[in-house]
Nanobody, 121 residues
Framework: QVQLVESGGGLVQAGGSLRLSCAAS????????MGWYRQAPGKQRDLVAA???????TYADSVKGRFTISRDNAKNTAHLQMDSLKPEDTAIYYC???????????????WGQGTQVTVSS
């Protein structure tokens, strides 16, 4: 059974930084692309960043140059370093296995609890 647990969110002022973590179990982590997604109130859940099993990264235009996705295969963990945060980054952030052949859409149907990121102006 796949389990994904997000952590690291919080309240931060605009311009600040946060580092999110995603601990995965029940999968061969190193074989899978991983993605970070976010959902703001009243909006759909969108891809923020993804990283393939080989380490190739992709980012939403809105976060390019500010966010960095990484992975630690030895610890079955993916990270999202978020710098220069803006109020519009406020959302619940989720991780999931991503399908690189289909726009890094999420693979696992059930989501974890996510981690709340709130950026104050």
């Amino acid at each position: 059974q796949v389990q994904l647990v997000e952590s690291g969110g919080g309240l931060v002022q605009a311009g600040g930084s946060l580092r999110l973590s995603c601990a995965a179990s029940g999968i061969i982590f190193s074989f899978n692309a991983m993605g970070w997604y976010r959902q703001a109130p009243g909006k759909q859940r969108d891809l923020v960043a993804a990283i393939t099993s080989g380490g190739t990264t992709t980012y939403a235009d809105s976060v390019k140059g500010r966010f960095t996705i990484s992975r630690d295969n030895a610890k079955n963990t993916a990270h999202l370093q978020m710098d220069s945060l803006k109020p519009e980054d406020t959302a619940i952030y989720y991780c999931n296995i991503a399908d690189p052949g289909h726009g890094f859409r999420p693979v696992v149907g059930s989501w974890g609890q996510g981690t709340q990121v709130t950026v104050s102006s």
